[in-house]
């Protein structure tokens, strides 16, 4: 099976910045892309943002332009540097893998790994 361990979750002001860490273990194989999803209180769960094998990226429109996500694939590590933090991106925030990258993709989410989630808060 495929273990997903987030860090680097926390407490900012708004305006500031904090870098997201997850790092895959396991039958690493059975995905093609690594990325992030988000749960704001009291809503559905969201993409962020995900990047594939071959450097497609994908971001929701909301953080495009602030947050930056990127892949090491050989060690299964994916970040996620989060810019100009507002009141709006607090959320649980989850790592993802799974199959991306191609039309139709949200079809393949039913075999996607998780992480546990870590904490973003952004507040005074």
């Known amino acids: 099976q495929v273990q997903l361990v987030e860090s680097g979750g926390g407490l900012v002001q708004p305006g500031g910045s904090l870098r997201l860490s997850c790092v895959a273990s396991?039958?690493?194989?059975?995905?093609?892309?690594m990325g992030w999803y988000r749960q704001p209180p009291g809503k559905e769960r969201e993409l962020v943002a995900f990047?594939?094998?071959?450097?497609?990226?994908n971001y929701t429109a909301s953080v495009k332009g602030r947050f930056t996500i990127s892949r090491d694939k050989d060690r299964n590590t994916v970040f996620l540097q989060m810019n100009g933090l507002k009141p709006e991106d607090t959320a649980v925030y989850y790592c993802?893998?799974?199959?991306?990258?191609?039309?139709?993709?949200?079809?393949?989410?039913?075999?996607?790994?998780w992480g546990q989630g870590t904490q973003v808060t952004v507040s005074r």
């Open positions: 993802n893998a799974g199959v991306r990258g191609f039309p139709g993709w949200e079809g393949f989410q039913k075999y996607d790994f």
């Open positions: 396991g039958a690493t194989y059975r995905f093609n892309a």
């Open positions: 990047v594939t094998d071959g450097g497609t990226t």
